[in-house]
């Protein structure tokens, strides 16, 4: 019986190698697997944390864009503000320039005509400063871009032909562009019937 025992105990060694090589085969097996699930696992992780960074690099890119959208809207805002604060204190200042200059029309040969004028002389200069230009010639050669004629007066010789006699109302020029054409009369030469 010992050496039946023996016999079995061999064979169960025997088992135990084959169990043990298959064992260590399937074991291999699984390793594989494992570690190919393990780098597959990383890999998605890779890809999932370079999404993620993209995202906030994406966020980042957005807010920045939002701030520059919400500066330039409160820019925009200022800048309107400010054309309306210009544009009322340029109507200010045409009619201000306006009752002046009547004033002074109105005055004309009395004491005040001179005191009148040289307000207006003290106030050119700043006019000017301002990109203001007041239309108000006369003599000068009538310009359909600068006058609108109110008037017509005739001419005693052909060289006052369409020439400035009076100024009713100035007109003025703002930073080059003009915002109201002067209301004139304009000589016209009739000439002689002989």
């Known amino acids: 019986m010992i050496l039946g025992n023996k016999k079995l105990l061999a064979r169960l060694d025997e088992l135990r190698s084959e169990i043990s090589a298959d064992t260590q085969s399937s074991a291999d097996e699984a390793l594989k697997r494992l570690d ?21 690099e994406w966020q980042d890119s957005l807010k920045d864009a939002t701030e520059r959208l919400i500066g330039a809207a409160g820019l925009r805002r200022e800048i309107d503000t400010a054309l309306e604060r210009e544009n009322r204190l340029l109507s200010a200042m045409i009619a201000y320039h306006d009752q002046m200059y009547a004033l002074r029309r109105a005055t004309a040969g009395s004491p005040w005509e001179r005191q009148i004028h040289m307000v207006e002389e003290k106030t050119a200069p700043m006019r000017a400063d301002c990109g203001l230009q007041v239309i108000d010639a006369v003599g000068e050669s009538y310009n359909y871009a600068l006058h609108d004629v109110a008037g017509v007066v005739e001419a005693g010789t052909p ?9 009713y109302t100035c007109g003025y020029i703002y930073c080059g562009k003009v915002v109201r054409k002067a209301g004139v009369a304009v000589y016209q030469y009739k000439g002689t019937s002989d």
């Not at 190919?36 to 906030?56: N, P, T, Y």
């Not at 060289?159 to 100024?167: C, F």
């Open 36 to 56: 190919g699930l393990h780098d597959s696992v990383g890999k998605h992780d890779m890809a999932i944390q370079d999404m993620l960074d993209s995202w906030e």
């Open 159 to 167: 060289a006052d032909n369409m020439r400035i006699a009076d100024v």
